[in-house]
């Protein structure tokens, strides 16, 4: 990369004065990459400006972002892109099966969801993560920290602790690599989702993880009449996650709620939350369930991965293959 994205300053953008700037940055706009992944839209409401003219800042921000490499151009060979996939690497989930499961572990520059019901093993599943992504490349980890945007209370420094401990790892220092951001409303999600480049950054970061991606959205917008604006907001926040991904190289891991069918007799009735919006967006889909004292996971929906499912548990060292 011939530079970094902090590196880039909105005054590259032709035509961004230093008044459109402080319209920008006082609305969370601070980098190019804000800009390039910003909406007409919600850039014409910032700036007051018509669409056409916003839409010039955000095309000048994506050819800033493809010149330094930070983004793929709009048209590249499939040669190209695979030179690029190779850049790509993996997480150990510490589980043979699930990581076979994933072709190898949990992928960067990709967002991976986990999905199910309450007890299914989808925060141990990230508390699980969040200690391997310490581990050196030759250990399937990522060398780096970890930011884990909590929305629902459920991250515990003692679990990450325990997890760490019993493998025999430095605990204190895993624990001074994670980053957590607590969450209190969809639109503090949100807002943190737009910065989250200047974080990665700062902290190193190799991993993110959002547990859970749906949860605040869910409980504030209730009833039909919302419906529509709660999947546009939800529509901006993934993309734009999925586009973090991409460009700095990093593991993106969501959790899922569920919503049950009633009008289904036949199959399971359970169905991820969020809808076609989330489920476009995702790269891999995994569907977490209990099996007796043990957990299941199956390959919902993936590029290139085949259908399968696998069972692993749950101990002190977090997430292990069932004993034999």
Do not use: W
């Not at 300053?9 to 940055?25: A, F, Y």
């Not at 793929?72 to 043979?96: D, G």
């Not at 093993?121 to 990230?126: L, P």
């Amino acid at each position: 990369m011939a530079e970094s994205v902090i590196d880039l300053n909105l005054d590259r953008i032709k035509g961004v004065g230093p008044k459109t700037k402080e319209k920008l940055i006082d609305n969370g706009i601070t980098s190019v990459l804000d800009l390039a992944v910003t909406l007409p839209k919600e850039l014409e409401e910032i700036l007051g400006g018509k669409e056409e003219n916003v839409n010039l800042f955000i095309v000048s921000a994506r050819r800033l972002l493809e010149e330094n490499g930070l983004l793929e151009r709009e048209f590249i060979t499939a040669s190209e892109l695979l030179k690029k996939r190779k850049s790509m690497r993996r997480i150990t989930t510490s589980s043979t099966n699930l990581d076979e499961l994933l072709g190898g572990g949990v992928e960067t520059q990709a967002i991976t969801e986990f999905y199910g019901d309450f007890g299914s093993g989808k925060t141990q599943i990230c508390h699980t993560l969040c200690v391997n992504c310490y581990l050196p490349p030759e250990e399937n980890g990522l060398s780096g920290g970890a930011i884990y945007i909590d929305t629902e209370g459920t991250f515990r420094p003692e679990r990450i602790y325990q997890i760490a401990e019993t493998r025999g790892l430095n605990a204190e220092e895993i624990l001074k690599k994670i980053i957590l951001c607590k969450i209190y409303n969809s639109n503090h999600l949100e807002v943190v989702i737009r910065t989250l480049g200047k974080y990665i950054e700062k902290f190193k970061a190799k991993l993110i993880i959002v547990d859970s991606i749906i949860s605040l959205h869910r409980a504030e917008f209730i009833g039909r009449g919302t419906l529509a604006e709660r999947q546009q907001r939800l529509n901006v926040l993934i993309h734009r996650l999925l586009r973090q991904a991409d460009i700095y190289n990093v593991a993106v891991v969501v959790t899922n709620q569920v919503q049950t069918k009633p009008d289904t007799f036949f199959g399971d009735p359970t169905r991820p939350a969020g809808g076609n919006i989330i489920a476009h967006a995702c790269t891999y889909r995994l569907y977490l369930k209990k099996s007796g004292p043990n957990r299941s996971a199956t390959m919902v929906d993936s590029p290139y991965h085949p259908y399968g499912d696998i069972k692993f548990r749950i101990t002190e060292k977090g997430i292990e293959d069932l004993a034999t």
